[in-house]
Nanobody, 122 residues
């Protein structure tokens, strides 16, 4: 499966963004999806995951409350809504996919998008 992330940009603290990741190449609903992020000088960290049907979602503790993952299987797209953005949310955000539940450990993920940069100014 090929993944193309978009929606990043420069935003002021307190603002919102919706990231998108469009998939192609396979039956989208057969894949569990997820989002990770990587801040400068830091390791890639798990943000959120969602099941193939969209019925099950899970989040990193740091993402609970401000981040919402969703998917539209008719559009082959997974979304990440981020509200009340903080400067520490600045990172490259990557979408991820797997036939099984997307692991919280980046090295165990099989499919990656190219990343989209989110920069939050204070």
């Amino acid at each position: 499966v090929q993944l193309q992330a978009s929606g990043g940009g420069l935003v002021q603290a307190g603002g919102s963004l919706r990231l998108s990741c469009q998939a192609s190449g396979r039956t989208f609903s057969n894949y569990n999806m997820g989002w990770f992020r990587q801040a400068p000088g830091k390791e890639r960290e798990f943000v959120s995951g969602i099941s193939g049907s969209g019925g099950n979602t899970y989040y990193a503790d740091s993402a609970k409350g401000r981040f919402t993952i969703s998917r539209d299987n008719t559009k082959n797209t997974v979304y990440l809504q981020i509200n009340s953005l903080k400067p520490e949310d600045t990172a490259v955000y990557y979408c991820a996919a797997d036939r099984e539940r997307v692991s919280r450990i980046a090295s165990r993920v099989n499919y990656w998008g190219q990343g989209t940069l989110v920069t939050v100014s204070s």
